[in-house]
């Protein structure tokens, strides 16, 4: 079937399309309802179905012949190691943790928060809490204690499992100390924290509440899957939103597999067997999607890599990689690529390696500029995919589907709308657009499996968020268009969301932080263009009147508190000390004419500025 006809079977009777989808995976009880609604309205996908994700992951593996196949490669620059399982090393190693988790009082339902490096006993406490019907909720090792308390206050876990340290290329980093001071600003005290001692540093005192993982899974007893309901959530994972309270994505147990499990065959072409590597963090959803659980139900070896780029130790580790473990379809961030382009514009590193293994190249977290598209294609000589979803979605929305049938690539398009998403561009009065005309990006509902059935413990946040703007779609929050062939082109974010190297952060939320210090009476950060991270914030701050500090020492502690709440990724390097701010009458900081000057971009003077003669002064700070 080409892609034409497989869509318009999808939009002909999506009951159907996704009912035929979910005959492909093994359900404990197959489901009673295709599609639902709850009391609030919410779609529900698969209700009545029984299932356990780890189970489909990895014992169904072992069960059916894969036992002996490699799960998953570790691969390990950083500590100068390569670690591997089999499905059946794998399905052992996830019984054994259950059985920790099981010892310390979890139980279906509970929530765990995951705070780990990129290690393979992540994936392992994602899998064992999967298989106890508890929920997990990993968050990025390279967030603060700040962002940590926050997400243990919203989760409330019973256990945290976390490591001694991570690596930053050569740069240990220790967890324990991070850990441990978000426990003390958490109203919410977690009962237990698992500890994985890393020999790279471990961990000087333990207290009453830590447990050592080593020991604890000497003492455990293996623990068997928990069948849970279709709509049961397996996840929650937190994203940025606009303020500094982040948004709990919740993930449901049966969508989730139904959807990833297509998503493996149609959008990547993969099949069981085939060697996949995402090199993302298990921290965000391209790490828990296409790192840990589409690979593995689908009978795919993962590879997660602890590793950069760039410096661990050059920029041909991406190309000794996929040599070394074979890999036959590879995911990453544009950004990745430009900085290994930067370091090696012509691709030199990449003659001491044989990729021939590698069939297609998969781009997502930002919109893959032409640039580095072609500098791919051109070194590569195989596709080059670009394509687009989010956290909330938790798999790709538009995309050239490879398993289906390979479209022509068009640069600065991510492709098609994915059999299940019917993506359409609105005007300001939610009026769809013609074709190459600007718009919000929306999708009308039902949103397929997989995507977020809600917030955690807020649908009133979802549907403030999501539903409300444009009734009877969801809102992306990005704006763009669609082209006379149907191609969406995405423009970037309408809202205070940012993209820096890949990671999703709030400009609002890096503004809440900034107001705090005692010298700072208002101010504005915005997302600027960037060679290597496509974007990174810049902070333009007005004193209050009668500040005595010396500015680059008020500058320097304006850094230093981002890079503490929220972490040194967030990239918030440089900030403007300026007069005043651009608004319109009513006070509304004109954001967008800002980002405009620093991106010498065409803007318009919005007639409802306050003082036109602002913007002057404000392309002077940027250096315009
Ligand atoms: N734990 C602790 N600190 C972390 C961290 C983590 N997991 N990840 C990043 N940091 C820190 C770095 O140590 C660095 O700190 P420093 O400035 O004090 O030295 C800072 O955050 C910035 O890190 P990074 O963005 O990684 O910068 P870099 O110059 O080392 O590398 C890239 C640049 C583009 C190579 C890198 O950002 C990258 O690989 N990006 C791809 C991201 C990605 O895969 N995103 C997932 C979406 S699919
Ligand atoms: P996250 O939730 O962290 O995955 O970030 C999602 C956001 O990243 C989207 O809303 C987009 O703004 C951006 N994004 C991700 N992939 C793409 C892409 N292929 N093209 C353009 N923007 C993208």
């Known amino acids: ?42 779609y529900r996908w698969y209700e009545g179905g029984k299932l356990n994700t780890c189970y489909l992951a990895t014992d169904f593996h072992v069960e059916n012949g894969r036992g002996e196949q490699l799960a998953l490669i570790y691969d390990s620059p950083v500590t100068n190691s390569v670690k591997k399982y089999t499905y059946r090393e794998l399905r052992d190693a996830t019984a054994q943790f259950a059985g920790v988790l099981s010892n310390l009082g979890v139980s279906k339902g509970d929530r765990i928060i995951i705070y780990m490096p990129m290690v393979p006993e992540a994936a392992i406490a ?8 508890a929920v997990h909720s990993v968050v990025f090792g390279g967030f603060a204690s700040h962002e940590l308390a926050i997400r243990i206050d919203d989760a409330k876990p019973k256990v945290v499992v976390s490591a001694s340290c991570g690596i930053e290329i050569n740069r240990k980093i220790p967890y324990k100390p991070l850990l441990d001071e978000a426990i003390r600003l958490a109203k919410h005290k977690p009962e237990h924290c698992v500890i994985l001692n890393r020999p790279e540093l471990e961990v000087e005192s333990m207290t009453a509440r830590d447990h050592d993982w080593q020991q604890a899974l000497h003492e455990a007893k293996p623990v068997n899957y928990v069948p849970v309901d279709a709509t049961d959530p397996l996840y929650i994972l937190y994203t940025s939103g606009t303020t500094g309270l982040p948004k709990g994505i919740v993930r449901d147990n049966g969508g989730h597999a139904v959807a990833l499990k297509y998503s493996m065959d149609a959008i990547y072409n993969t099949k069981p067997g085939d060697v996949y590597w995402a090199a993302s963090d298990v921290g965000w959803v391209v790490g828990h999607s296409y790192i840990v659980y589409a690979p593995l139900l689908t009978g795919c070896t993962t590879i997660l890599f602890e590793g950069k780029p760039v410096k661990t130790p050059d920029a041909g580790k991406f190309w000794h990689v996929i040599a070394e473990h074979q890999v036959k379809t590879f995911f ?137 703007r444009y009734p009877g779609y969801y809102t992306s929050g990005d704006g763009g268009y669609k082209d006379e062939d149907g191609y969406v082109f995405i423009m970037g974010r309408t809202d205070d969301v940012i993209n820096v190297a890949g990671h999703r952060l709030s400009t609002g939320e890096m503004e809440e932080l900034l107001t705090l210090h005692k010298s700072v009476a208002e101010c504005a950060v915005i997302g600027v263009m960037d060679e290597l991270r496509g974007q990174v914030p810049v902070g333009l701050v007005v004193l209050k009147d009668g500040v005595v500090q010396a500015e680059q020492e008020l500058i320097d502690e304006l850094i230093a508190i981002v890079k503490e709440k929220i972490g040194a990724f967030a990239y918030l390097r440089k900030i403007l000390i300026v007069d005043r701010l651009p608004k319109t009458r009513s006070g509304k900081i004109l954001r967008n004419v800002m980002r405009k000057i620093a991106d010498n971009q065409e803007y318009n003077t919005p007639s409802t500025i306050d003082d036109p003669a602002i913007l002057d002064e404000i392309s002077s700070a940027l250096g315009k």
């Not at 994602?126 to 019907?133: H, P």
């Not at 917030?455 to 409300?468: A, G, I, T, V």
Request: proline fraction near 8%; glycine fraction near 6%; charged fraction near 20%.
């Open 1 to 42: 079937m080409n892609y034409k006809d497989h869509y318009a079977h999808f939009l002909a009777s999506p009951e159907t399309f996704w009912a035929e989808q979910a005959d492909r995976i093994a359900w404990f009880q197959s489901p009673q309802n295709i599609l639902s609604r709850n009391e609030r309205g919410h």
């Open 126 to 133: 994602m899998l064992a809490s999967a298989r106890l019907g």
């Open 332 to 468: 990453t961030a544009p950004t990745a690529f430009r900085a290994i382009r930067k370091e090696d514009p012509e691709g030199k590193l990449l003659q001491d390696y044989d990729i021939s293994s590698l069939r297609c190249l998969f781009l997502a977290g930002e919109r893959t500029d032409p640039p580095t598209l072609n500098w791919l294609q051109n070194l590569l000589k195989i596709p080059v995919i670009d394509h687009w979803w989010q956290t909330e979605t938790g798999w790709p929305m538009v995309a050239n589907m490879m398993g289906i049938e390979e479209l022509p690539v068009k640069a600065g398009s991510a492709s098609v709308p994915v059999c299940g998403y019917d993506v359409c561009v609105l005007d300001t009065s939610g009026k769809e657009v013609g074709p190459n005309e600007e718009g919000q990006i929306v999708v009308k509902l039902p949103l397929p499996p997989g995507c977020l059935p809600s917030l955690y413990n807020d649908d009133d946040r979802f549907e403030k968020s999501y539903l409300s």
